[in-house]
């Protein structure tokens, strides 16, 4: 066991990624880089990073500002619950824990949006507390040096990984273990096309060996993936929209979009304009269809999404038609609201 730490621990000061939130041992530094590289490339989570730094350089400050602010800041990185339990965790540690971030384990994982493995790396990352970090990256390693073929995604499979991986993990080095094992299974024993041929594991490792590379490790569900189709309505009158924010229990909450009406299948323009559900929304206020988009298509990690945009002038005032929490804005200052990717990109394409 010890044979695996060092190896991991000394390949890692030889090839790792100089990274900001590694020249630090600021929990609340550590935490913020934690939640903003979950399901994210590097490269698309550094800049994120550098800009909540700058803003917010304490909890305190990210604790005070508007929710708005903080979702217009994460705009494009995904997964918008990340970023409001971020903001919920921030109130938490500046009103009963003084700023302060806690330092036990058992304290960390009770605040919002932080799990076993976030938990485990910021203590160890802050505190070097010997508590094992478990990501995809470490199941990697794991599975496929050990030969491990129960599934990552069983309740069994978490349980062994984790118990391997605490009675591997180097006790007075923990942050630094910690980190080398993340970083191997990031850049060295990548999910395709690993660097087997260069490996410091290469001799112990078991998929290496019995050419189970691709094999490992084994995962037991398919995630179903359902589609939706989203026909956005544009309203526009002289120099203003409407738009809505998004409450309901669904992708995208806290977020900006534009009126919409979901339909289960791909619908045609007719079918639309004479819908029970158009012709709630626009009443008896008259209206002259400007321009119809084409698709847009926009994959979640469980969804794919098929949108149309309908760019409609209506002849009244916008504040006459009646949606829920929706708010009139000029046109020019759609670009400051807090939106979904696809709906900024729609307004990217179209110069709004």
Same mark, same amino acid.
Request: glycine content about 4%.
């Given at each position: 066991m010890k044979v695996f730490s060092d190896k991991i621990i000394r390949w890692y000061h030889q090839n790792k990624r100089d990274?900001?939130?590694?020249?630090?041992?600021?929990?609340?530094?550590?935490?913020?880089?934690?939640?903003?590289? %979950? %399901?994210?490339?590097v490269e698309q989570g550094m800049p994120y990073y550098l800009a909540f730094v700058k803003a917010f350089p304490a909890v305190k400050y990210l604790a005070k500002a508007p929710n708005d602010r903080i979702m217009k800041m994460w705009q494009g990185l995904g997964y918008y619950s990340r970023a409001r339990n971020l903001h919920t965790t921030a109130k938490i540690i500046q009103e009963k824990h003084n700023g302060v971030f806690?330092?036990?384990?058992?304290?960390?994982?009770?605040?919002?949006?932080i799990g076993e493995y976030t938990a485990a790396a910021i203590v160890s990352f802050a505190y070097n507390q010997p508590h094992a970090v478990v990501d995809g990256n470490v199941y990697r390693v794991l599975a496929r040096v050990f030969g491990i073929k129960t599934p990552i995604d069983s309740s069994?499979?978490?349980?062994?990984? *984790?118990?391997?991986?605490?009675?591997?993990?180097?006790?007075?080095?923990?942050?630094i273990y910690n980190q080398a094992i993340m970083e191997f299974g990031a850049i060295?024993?990548?999910?395709?096309?690993?660097?087997?041929?260069?490996?410091?594991?290469?001799?112990?490792?078991?998929?290496?060996?019995?050419?189970?590379?691709n094999e490992l490790p084994i995962k037991e569900k398919k995630t179903k993936v359902r589609n939706r189709y989203f026909n956005y309505?544009?309203?526009?009158?002289?120099? +203003?929209? *409407?738009?809505?924010?998004?409450?309901?229990?669904?992708?995208?909450?806290?977020l900006f979009d534009f009126p919409l009406i979901e339909t289960a299948k791909k619908i045609s323009l007719d079918d639309f304009f004479n819908s029970?559900?158009?012709?709630?929304?626009?009443?008896?206020?008259?209206?002259?269809?400007?321009?119809?988009?084409? +698709?847009?298509?926009?994959i979640l990690s469980h969804?794919?999404?098929?949108?149309?945009f309908y760019e409609v002038e209506v002849s009244a005032s916008l504040s006459k038609i009646k949606i829920n929490n929706g708010l009139v804005v000029p046109i020019k200052s759609l670009s400051k609201q807090a939106v979904p990717r696809l709906i900024d990109k729609f307004l990217e394409e179209n110069q709004l």
């Open positions: 990274l900001p939130w590694r020249n630090t041992q600021n929990p609340y530094f550590i935490w913020l880089s934690e939640i903003i590289m %979950q %399901q994210t490339r806690p330092k036990s384990f058992d304290e960390v994982i009770k605040l919002k949006g069994k499979g978490k349980k062994d990984f *984790l118990k391997l991986a605490n009675e591997l993990i180097d006790k007075k080095n923990a942050g060295q024993c990548k999910p395709l096309n690993p660097n087997c041929s260069n490996c410091v594991l290469q001799a112990m490792c078991y998929a290496f060996e019995t050419k189970q590379i309505v544009v309203l526009k009158n002289k120099n +203003e929209t *409407l738009i809505k924010k998004r409450t309901e229990k669904d992708i995208w909450v806290n029970a559900e158009w012709e709630k929304m626009i009443g008896k206020n008259k209206y002259v269809v400007k321009k119809v988009s084409g +698709e847009y298509k926009h969804q794919k999404i098929f949108a149309c």
